[in-house]
């Protein structure tokens, strides 16, 4: 399984690809875009602390997801053309995981 970094290289077909992004912005920052014939397995964090339902960490394809208890991140799996944007400017967003062909 060859891995390469998330900035500035493109995996070829059959190649796996480390993602791992974290941000603070607003739902408009993009954080990741899952490209075109690919999958991302992985998860969704945030450096918030508590829990606080109001709280939004991170927007998929537009919709909110809330915070996550403290007990640990949110895992998911992504289809190709999924968009994942920052929930709040005062808390980070991050995304880790793979990337592979769908």
Excluded: N, W
Aim: glycine share 10%; proline share 4%; charged share 15%.
């Amino acid at each position: 399984m060859a891995l390469s970094s998330a900035v500035g290289i493109a995996a070829l077909p059959g190649d796996d690809k480390q993602i791992a992004v974290r941000l603070t912005g607003s739902a408009t920052t993009v954080l990741y875009t899952v490209p075109s014939g690919r999958k991302f397995k992985g998860m969704l964090t945030t450096s918030r602390e508590t829990d606080t339902s109001s709280t939004i960490i991170a927007y998929i394809d537009s919709k909110h997801v809330q915070y996550m208890p403290k007990s640990g991140p949110i895992y998911l799996e992504l289809a190709a053309g999924a968009v994942v944007t920052c929930g709040s400017t005062s808390y980070a967003t991050g995304v880790f995981g793979v990337e592979s062909d769908a």
